[in-house]
Nanobody, 129 residues
Framework: VQLVESGGGLVQAGESLRLSCSVSGDTFEDYAIGWFRQAPGKGREGISCISNSDGDIRYADFAKDRFTVSSDSASSTTYLEIHNLKPEDTAVYYC???????????????????????WGQGTQVTVSS
């Protein structure tokens, strides 16, 4: 499985951004994707998870108001929209997923946000005040 993020950049506080995670190498409709971020000097934290097989969506408590996750099977891409960006959102954002689509239906429920077997390269989001 290959995961490739895109969409990061330098934005002003209050703006919105949409990050993309392109998935290849497995059946997208049965796969699950978790979104994570790592701010400077901090550990990696889970943001959201979406299971494409059953539509199960989960958010970390801090992400419930300003983050939206979605998937587009036509393009095999999962998106993370971030609204009303704040300087504290500055981080490298990663998508991650299970070893294969076989674990897709269980990944968000049983493994996210603690682990992922495949990771994207990360995309930098920098929010200026």
């Amino acid at each position: 499985v290959q995961l490739v993020e895109s969409g990061g950049g330098l934005v002003q506080a209050g703006e919105s951004l949409r990050l993309s995670c392109s998935v290849s190498g497995d059946t997208f409709e049965d796969y699950a994707i978790g979104w994570f971020r790592q701010a400077p000097g901090k550990g990696r934290e889970g943001i959201s998870c979406i299971s494409n097989s059953d539509g199960d969506i989960r958010y970390a408590d801090f992400a419930k108001d300003r983050f939206t996750v979605s998937s587009d099977s036509a393009s095999s891409t999962t998106y993370l929209e971030i609204h009303n960006l704040k300087p504290e959102d500055t981080a490298v954002y990663y998508c991650g997923g299970p070893r294969s689509s076989y674990s897709g239906p269980y990944y968000c429920q049983m493994f996210w946000p603690h682990e992922a077997d495949h990771w994207g390269q990360g995309t930098q989001v920098t929010v200026s005040s």
